[in-house]
């Protein structure tokens, strides 16, 4: 049976277009784990279309071109262990925006940092039950 969408994929995927697909797709690797699950070079053997998979989530990324500029965003992510991640995110390249903290009235220890490309990334474990 075809279905409307690939296996364990969500409805839902965050897009990124970057100036250096390659080298972000490096980090993130490096930092969540991350793995590959399609990828699509040009024919400068830049990226295309890559499809990393964060856990549960499925991120794709692509080289930035003439009509599809780079852009930044935010994104948040779960994580087993908010401090080894974030200390790996550090250690790989990324700039510290926050330390994890956890805040009073927050289920969550939370920190953020700004990857190779621009973008904001928080990372949090639930330290504390939500409801």
Same mark, same amino acid.
Not at 17 to 25: C, M
Not at 81 to 91: E, G, K, R
Not at 96 to 111: A, L, M, Q, S, Y
């Given at each position: ?11 839902? =995927?965050? /897009?990124?277009?970057? $100036? ?27 990226? =295309? ?5 964060? %856990? ?9 071109? %003439?009509? /599809? ?11 087993? $262990? ?6 790996? =995110?550090? %250690? ?13 009235? %927050? ?6 940092? /700004? $990857?190779?490309?621009?973008? /904001? ?11």
């Amino acid at each position: 049976m075809t279905t409307y969408k690939p296996e364990k994929y969500s409805s839902l =995927a965050p /897009y990124l277009i970057v $100036d250096d697909a390659q080298k972000l797709v490096d980090q993130l690797t490096t930092i969540f784990d991350a793995t590959t699950l399609r990828r699509f070079d040009r024919e400068d053997g830049k990226i =295309a279309h890559i499809e990393l998979r964060l %856990d549960d989530t499925v991120l794709m990324i692509s080289n930035s071109t %003439d009509n /599809y500029a780079a852009n930044k965003t935010m994104l948040h992510i779960y994580v087993p $262990d908010v401090f080894s991640t974030f200390q790996l =995110a550090i %250690d790989n390249g990324c700039q510290i925006i926050e330390k994890p903290v956890n805040k009073e009235g %927050d289920p969550d220890t939370r920190g953020s940092f /700004y $990857d190779i490309a621009g973008n /904001y990334w928080a990372v949090s474990t639930q330290t504390h039950p939500a409801y």
